[in-house]
Structure formats: structure tokens, C-alpha cells
């Protein structure tokens, strides 16, 4: 099939090495370009998340073209605890379409059926496909490719609950957001402690229009540092009574061993008690919050194992699935397979109908060399005729070659033809004429009607 993709993923590699493997839009379009004038390969698209780098090419049969994509993510990456070769893997041919049919649904993510890899593998398809690249990255078999990707991950996401549900810590935080307050927007949020953990939910929590983000760790300059990252603010971690004040949603996170927030800090920061309602997300283990606080009217305190629960439930509804989004992917990839197949006899349909219409006309200049007298009225029948008469003699013999490469048999279909018409009455040009055009191409379409005419 001369379809291949090289990448690492967080199956392969640790995030301290995946994220030196990440490329920028504009390095990603200069790396392709580049492999593509260094290599024999005309179409490459680069999909590079948070937890995968992948180079897909087309044609890719050579050791060389590999090889060069290698080079291109070892240069990328730099120096590494071991050979570029141990974190890379190579996918070819009928593994591709599933592998990223697979991938664009979310069944080979870091947490099942999450969306936005959906969006990423679109926007590496239009990088790719871009108008103003002559000639674009994305040619006609990489395009139908990755166009067939993303209408099975839609189909997938539609018709299975695989997406379905918060299935992640952060994710469970927004949810619950939401619920509580109807939106986020003018919302604001205080981050106790500077762990992976809470940055990532206070992201989740910025994403979806939070208006303030305030940090207060023990260490002054890490909340600093956080707030920074995060757009916001720091603040003294003496001081969380006054920053409870003025927030609507807490996030804690500290490596504290005692309860950082407790019911009094709670009464100093509302002595009259509270007059809206108060998130608290405490994934501190040990709990930064002391329990006591939930007890409070109109706090809405959830504790670690709370999420942990609702990411379970969540997961386990995604697994009973799978089967479910697994047959999509594998219906998507026959039809994607069926319809590369096809492209292998355009070539042989192409050369038929070229010798065909050859002999046709040489015949007619031979009989029209013969009574030269014959009105044009005459003549202009006698062509009509002769052009219904080939393409009735071709129909079935073109619907045949046709499905049969789209059912898998196109090395049948092409020795049979050969062996009808023998090499010096059908040339079989390479895989080159059958792949160029539009990416929505699919294979011969021209057919004839009951009267024997052409039809698209």
C-alpha cells in the first residue's frame, strides 16, 4: 500500500521525553517540506499533542524515507537517555487506517474517548492541506485518509458513550463548576499549593472562562511561579482567609500534614456566613481541608476520592463501549482500504479505455478513407455510433476491474487483463497516475447509461 507512520506516544516514551519530540505548527509545515525534497515521499501530515509526535507518508516503501523521518525527530528531540530507535514505532500499510482511525476516536489516548485529539488530527490535516503550500503536504491519499479519520471519530463520539462523561480529575472539577454556578464566566478561583495536580485543574478551570486564578503555596516564589503560568495572582499563604473573601471556587493541593483550611479560617473569611455558594476541590493527600467546612451552608466541599469515583464510574462506561467504537474503526478502515485498492486498477481502466478509443479511431479513418464522398451528416452517425458501440464493449469489462480492485483483488484484476490483452495492448502506468487530483477521488467512475453513452 506504501502507507507508513513513524511516532511515539506516551505508550512508548515518559512525558519528559515525549515533550522533546513536540513541533510547533511552523517547524511541523518546515520539517515535512523538507523530508519530502530529501526523500522519494509526496504526501506527509505531522500530528503532535502532549502525548504523541507522528509523521504519516505516502508513498513510503523505502528503508531511506524512514530512515530520514528518524533524522528529522532525533534532530528535533536532540539528545536523549536512549537511541531515538527505542521510543519510535512504525506502523505500515493496513495498520495505518486503524491505527489512526483509533486515534482520531480517542481509543488510544491517555484517557479513553477524550475529544480533543478530534481537533488536533483536523488542525494537522489543514496545516497540511493548506492552499498556500505548493504543492501541499496533504495530497490525495493522505487526504481522504485523514478525512475518513475524522468522520469515524465523529461517528464514533455520536453513536457510543465512549466521550461521554468527566474522566479526568480536572474534567470532574469543571463539571461540577457548572453545575453549582451555571457558567464560569466572572467566576474566580483560589489555588492552595503548587502541585501537578491543581495546576492542571485550575487550567481546566481557566480554559472554560474563570475570570481570576489566586495561588498561595509555602513557598512565596512557587506561587509566584504558578500564578504566572496560570495568568493570575500570588498571594501570602497567611493570608487565604482574606483571599477566601473574594473567590468563588478552591482548589487544594498542598503536601501539607495537617488540614491547611480549616472551620475557623472558614468563620474569619465569612463571620456572617456565606451569602453564595462556595466550591471547595480538595485532592490533597492528606486532605487540606478539614471536613467540618462541608457542613457549612452553601460550601460544596468534594475530596479526592469524591472525583476519583465519578472518573471510575465514567471509565468504566467508556471500556463497555469499546466493542461498539472498535467496529466503527474497523467498517472505516474496510472502506478506506477498499477504496486505496481501487487506485491500483485506474491505471489499467485508464490504458483499456485509451486503446480502445485508439482502435476506434483509426477504423474510422480507414472506412472514411474509403468513401470520402459520405456526407457529414453520415459521417457524424457513423462516429456516434462508433463511440456507443466501444463504450457498451467496455462497460462491463470496466465495472469488473473496478470492483474487483475495490474488493482487494487488484493483483487478479491486473493479471487478468494481462492476460487478455498481453503487455503491448494495455500499458500499466505506476501508482503515481492513479493517486493525482483531488483527495475526494475514488477510483474509475466513468460509466455508460442504457443507451451507451458516457456518464460521470
Same mark, same amino acid.
Request: charge should be negative; glycine fraction near 8%; proline fraction near 4%.
Given at each position: 500500500m506504501?502507507?507508513?507512520?513513524?511516532?511515539?506516544?506516551?505508550h512508548?516514551?515518559?512525558?519528559?521525553?515525549?515533550?522533546?519530540?513536540?513541533?510547533?505548527?511552523?517547524?511541523?509545515?518546515?520539517?515535512?517540506?523538507?523530508?519530502?525534497?530529501?526523500?522519494?515521499?509526496?504526501?506527509?501530515?505531522?500530528?503532535?499533542?502532549?502525548?504523541?509526535?507522528?509523521?504519516?507518508?505516502?508513498?513510503?516503501?523505502?528503508?531511506s524515507?524512514?530512515?530520514?523521518?528518524?533524522?528529522?525527530?532525533q534532530?528535533?528531540?536532540?539528545?536523549?537517555?536512549?537511541?531515538?530507535?527505542?521510543?519510535?514505532?512504525?506502523h505500515?500499510?493496513?495498520?495505518?487506517?486503524?491505527?489512526?482511525?483509533?486515534?482520531?476516536?480517542?481509543?488510544?489516548?491517555?484517557?479513553?474517548?477524550?475529544?480533543?485529539?478530534?481537533?488536533?488530527?483536523?488542525?494537522?490535516?489543514?496545516?497540511?492541506?493548506?492552499?498556500?503550500?505548493?504543492?501541499?503536504?496533504?495530497?490525495?491519499?493522505?487526504?481522504?485518509?485523514f478525512?475518513?479519520?475524522?468522520?469515524?471519530?465523529?461517528?464514533? *463520539?455520536?453513536?457510543? +458513550?465512549?466521550?461521554?462523561?468527566? !474522566? $479526568? &480529575?480536572?474534567?470532574?472539577? /469543571?463539571?461540577?463548576? %457548572? @453545575?453549582?454556578?451555571?457558567?464560569?464566566?466572572?467566576?474566580?478561583?483560589?489555588?492552595?499549593?503548587?502541585?501537578?495536580?491543581?495546576?492542571?485543574?485550575?487550567?481546566?478551570?481557566?480554559?472554560?472562562?474563570?475570570?481570576?486564578?489566586?495561588?498561595?503555596?509555602?513557598?512565596?516564589?512557587?506561587?509566584?511561579?504558578?500564578?504566572?503560568?496560570?495568568?493570575?495572582?500570588?498571594?501570602?499563604?497567611?493570608?487565604?482567609?482574606?483571599?477566601?473573601?473574594?473567590?468563588?471556587?478552591?482548589?487544594?493541593?498542598?503536601?501539607?500534614?495537617?488540614?491547611?483550611?480549616?472551620?475557623?479560617?472558614?468563620e474569619?473569611?465569612?463571620?456572617?456566613?456565606?451569602t453564595?455558594p462556595?466550591?471547595?476541590?480538595?485532592?490533597?493527600?492528606? *486532605?487540606?481541608?478539614? +471536613?467540618?467546612?462541608?457542613?457549612? !451552608? $452553601? &460550601?460544596?466541599?468534594?475530596? /479526592?476520592?469524591?472525583? %476519583? @469515583?465519578?472518573?471510575?464510574?465514567?471509565?468504566?462506561?467508556?471500556?463497555?463501549?469499546?466493542?461498539?467504537?472498535?467496529?466503527?474503526?474497523?467498517?472505516?478502515?474496510?472502506?478506506?482500504?477498499?477504496?486505496?485498492?481501487?487506485?491500483?486498477?485506474?491505471?489499467?481502466?485508464?490504458?483499456?479505455?485509451?486503446?480502445?478509443?485508439?482502435?476506434?479511431?483509426?477504423?474510422?479513418?480507414r472506412?472514411?478513407?474509403?468513401?470520402?464522398?459520405?456526407?457529414?451528416?453520415?459521417?457524424?452517425?457513423?462516429?456516434?455510433?462508433?463511440?456507443?458501440?466501444?463504450?457498451?464493449?467496455?462497460?462491463e469489462?470496466t465495472?469488473?476491474?473496478?470492483?474487483?480492485?475495490?474488493?482487494?483483488?487488484?493483483?487478479?484484476?491486473?493479471?487478468?487483463?494481462?492476460?487478455?490483452?498481453?503487455?503491448?495492448?494495455?500499458?500499466?502506468?505506476?501508482?503515481?497516475?492513479?493517486?493525482?487530483?483531488?483527495?475526494?477521488?475514488?477510483?474509475?467512475?466513468?460509466?455508460?447509461?442504457?443507451?451507451?453513452?458516457?456518464?460521470?
Amino acid at each position: 500500500m506504501a502507507l507508513a507512520v513513524l511516532g511515539v506516544s506516551h505508550h512508548t516514551a515518559p512525558v519528559e521525553v515525549r515533550e522533546r519530540f513536540a513541533f510547533s505548527d511552523a517547524e511541523g509545515v518546515a520539517a515535512l517540506r523538507n523530508l519530502r525534497s530529501e526523500t522519494g515521499v509526496r504526501e506527509a501530515i505531522l500530528v503532535s499533542t502532549c502525548n504523541r509526535t507522528e509523521i504519516y507518508l505516502h508513498p513510503a516503501t523505502e528503508e531511506s524515507a524512514f530512515q530520514a523521518v528518524r533524522s528529522v525527530l532525533q534532530r528535533k528531540a536532540g539528545p536523549l537517555p536512549a537511541p531515538v530507535t527505542e521510543y519510535l514505532y512504525l506502523h505500515r500499510d493496513q495498520d495505518v487506517p486503524r491505527h489512526l482511525f483509533r486515534v482520531t476516536a480517542g481509543l488510544d489516548s491517555l484517557v479513553m474517548g477524550e475529544a480533543e485529539i478530534q481537533g488536533q488530527v483536523r488542525d494537522a490535516y489543514q496545516r497540511a492541506a493548506d492552499v498556500d503550500l505548493d504543492p501541499s503536504l496533504a495530497g490525495p491519499v493522505l487526504s481522504r485518509l485523514f478525512q475518513t479519520a475524522l468522520s469515524v471519530g465523529g461517528r464514533v *463520539r455520536n453513536e457510543t +458513550p465512549i466521550g461521554k462523561g468527566a !474522566a $479526568s &480529575v480536572a474534567s470532574v472539577a /469543571v463539571e461540577l463548576a %457548572r @453545575k453549582i454556578f451555571g457558567g464560569l464566566n466572572r467566576k474566580r478561583v483560589l489555588v492552595l499549593g503548587a502541585g501537578e495536580t491543581g495546576e492542571l485543574v485550575a487550567e481546566a478551570l481557566g480554559r472554560h472562562g474563570v475570570e481570576d486564578i489566586l495561588v498561595a503555596n509555602r513557598t512565596y516564589e512557587r506561587a509566584e511561579d504558578l500564578a504566572h503560568r496560570l495568568c493570575g495572582h500570588p498571594v501570602d499563604l497567611t493570608d487565604i482567609a482574606q483571599a477566601l473573601r473574594n473567590v468563588d471556587i478552591v482548589v487544594a493541593s498542598t503536601a501539607a500534614p495537617h488540614a491547611i483550611l480549616t472551620r475557623a479560617i472558614l468563620e474569619e473569611a465569612y463571620p456572617d456566613g456565606l451569602t453564595s455558594p462556595l466550591l471547595i476541590i480538595d485532592i490533597a493527600i492528606p *486532605r487540606d481541608v478539614d +471536613p467540618s467546612v462541608g457542613d457549612e !451552608a $452553601s &460550601v460544596f466541599l468534594y475530596n /479526592v476520592d469524591d472525583l %476519583r @469515583k465519578v472518573v471510575d464510574e465514567t471509565l468504566e462506561r467508556r471500556k463497555d463501549s469499546m466493542s461498539e467504537a472498535e467496529g466503527i474503526v474497523s467498517q472505516g478502515a474496510a472502506e478506506f482500504l477498499a477504496w486505496y485498492s481501487a487506485l491500483e486498477v485506474v491505471p489499467v481502466i485508464r490504458s483499456l479505455r485509451s486503446r480502445g478509443e485508439a482502435i476506434r479511431k483509426a477504423e474510422l479513418d480507414r472506412l472514411f478513407g474509403r468513401i470520402a464522398d459520405l456526407p457529414e451528416r453520415e459521417r457524424a452517425e457513423v462516429t456516434t455510433f462508433s463511440r456507443r458501440l466501444l463504450n457498451k464493449l467496455l462497460h462491463e469489462p470496466t465495472t469488473r476491474v473496478r470492483d474487483g480492485g475495490a474488493e482487494g483483488r487488484a493483483d487478479d484484476v491486473i493479471e487478468a487483463v494481462r492476460l487478455l490483452f498481453g503487455d503491448h495492448g494495455v500499458e500499466f502506468a505506476d501508482d503515481s497516475d492513479s493517486t493525482e487530483g483531488s483527495g475526494r477521488e475514488s477510483g474509475p467512475t466513468q460509466s455508460t447509461n442504457d443507451n451507451g453513452d458516457e456518464t460521470a
